[in-house]
């Protein structure tokens, strides 16, 4: 999805199918459809199997399926829009949550002040040693929340926001902008900017956190790794929880070190950039388990 596509600026290179492009997409959305059939086809069963199932078992899937059934209404949601739904849920939840779970170890692998700061937050202020953080325990870890901000700084899910469409002309700060011109927020560049972040910019450094009001949720216009306003990333809320959730399991149940003979210094931190911007190289580290068993 995020190739290059020729053909958008030589038609017949498009027309004739010349980078493979078509057949690569047949290829992925006959692997999809196979998955999605299936997920289909489970709640189905699982539906008949069962006269009416209880409230908690309920699921999303569920609720678009009873819509599908009972609807008479010609408009009504079809089973190709159920997938279409649920294809971008896995899409849009998968990989951002995957991606940036692995740039916050990464950068506190290379950075173990960081690290044993984040560490003993969870053992002497919240968690302790005798059992695993619980989700409820999230809002009384700043520390963890200040990590997480810089790592979306420096490592945003996304580097360029979803394109934005100007409805009329209009002028902002001296810029004239064209109606019908696509605007492209460049969220990389927002986050490395030395004008906004001083000029220890590229260092890891989740402290610059400390005390400010600046939050993920779009209201700071030099920190939005989820966009901002009304069309801002419908996902936030699942990555904000999902992940500082996961790095907080991983970080106080286990002590992190890189294999024998690799450095931080040797630690590549080069980026793919894309749709999203992944590491290029795997993160290899070994863990040891640092929790007190009970009884």
């Known amino acids: 999805m995020g190739v290059l596509d020729l053909g958008d600026y030589i038609p017949w290179v498009g027309a004739f199918d010349l980078q493979g492009l078509v057949r690569r997409f047949k290829k992925a959305h006959k692997k999809f459809d196979e998955v999605l059939e299936i997920i289909i086809k489970d709640h189905e069963a699982s539906a008949r199997l069962t006269d009416q199932k209880s409230v908690q078992s309920i699921d ?3 609720i678009l399926l009873s819509h599908m059934h009972q609807s008479k209404d010609k408009h009504a949601i079809t089973k190709t829009n159920i997938k279409a739904i649920l294809l971008d849920i896995i899409i849009g939840a998968v990989d951002t949550t995957i991606m940036s779970v692995d740039w916050n170890m990464a950068e506190l692998i290379r950075h173990p002040r960081v690290m044993k700061k984040l560490q003993d937050e969870l053992k002497n202020i919240v968690v302790g040693m005798g059992r695993m953080v619980e989700e409820a325990d999230l809002p009384k870890l700043p520390y ?47 986050g490395r900017d030395p004008k ?24 700071n216009y030099q920190f939005s790794p989820f966009g901002s306003g009304r069309r801002r990333c419908p996902g936030m809320l699942l990555d904000l929880t999902t992940v500082p959730f996961l790095l907080a399991q991983l970080v106080h149940c286990f002590n992190w070190e890189l294999p024998p003979g690799v450095s931080t210094d040797d630690m590549d931190m080069t980026e793919e950039f894309g749709l999203t911007t992944p590491r290029t190289q795997n993160l290899l580290a070994i863990p040891t388990y640092r929790l007190i068993n009970e009884g």
């Not at 200040?146 to 700060?173: G, Q, S, Y």
């Not at 906004?196 to 600046?214: A, C, G, L, V």
């Open 60 to 62: 999303f899937i569920d």
């Open 144 to 190: 963890l929340d200040m990590v997480m901000k810089e790592t979306f700084r420096l490592h945003p899910p996304a580097p360029l926001l979803p394109p934005r469409e100007c409805t009329e002309d209009f002028t902002i700060n001296g810029y004239f902008i064209a109606k019908k011109s696509r605007v492209l927020v460049n969220s990389w560049t927002l």
């Open 196 to 219: 906004m972040w001083s000029d220890n910019f590229k260092d890891f450094y989740p402290e610059r956190f400390h005390n400010t009001d600046i939050d993920s949720h779009g209201h």
